[in-house]
């Protein structure tokens, strides 16, 4: 079967969502069966602690269908909902990359 993915984007403003995001959605990416394969984190300075910035991830799932049935998650939803990341996040899915178009 094809893979599916997530390519996601987020501006996260604060530390606190920051670490939030990685302890809250992380685990729960990986509990439905998502694995992170690249990730892309530029920060809005050179501080040593996170002063807001942005995230970038792959996530690769076991299909298409298993990628779209995590984003439209009651979790997902109710996480970038209540953080008010609903805005700074752009996410497309995917079908597997090796398809030749």
């Given at each position: 079967m094809?893979?599916?993915?997530w390519?996601?984007?987020?501006s996260?403003?604060?530390t606190?969502?920051?670490i939030e995001?990685?302890q ?6 990986l509990?439905?069966g998502g ?6 984190i ?7 602690e ?14 298409k269908d298993?990628?779209?049935?995590a ?13 008010g990341?609903?805005?700074?996040l752009?996410?497309?899915?995917f ?6 178009i």
């Amino acid at each position: 079967m094809a893979k599916g993915y997530w390519v996601k984007q987020a501006s996260i403003a604060s530390t606190d969502l920051f670490i939030e995001y990685i302890q809250t959605v992380v685990p729960w990416l990986l509990s439905v069966g998502g694995r992170i394969i690249a990730k892309d984190i530029s920060q809005n300075s050179d501080l040593n602690e996170w002063d807001g910035g942005q995230l970038g991830v792959i996530v690769e799932f076991e299909s298409k269908d298993a990628a779209k049935k995590a984003f439209h998650s009651d979790v997902f939803q109710e996480f970038i909902e209540i953080n008010g990341l609903k805005s700074d996040l752009t996410l497309s899915i995917f079908g597997d990359f090796n398809n030749k178009i």
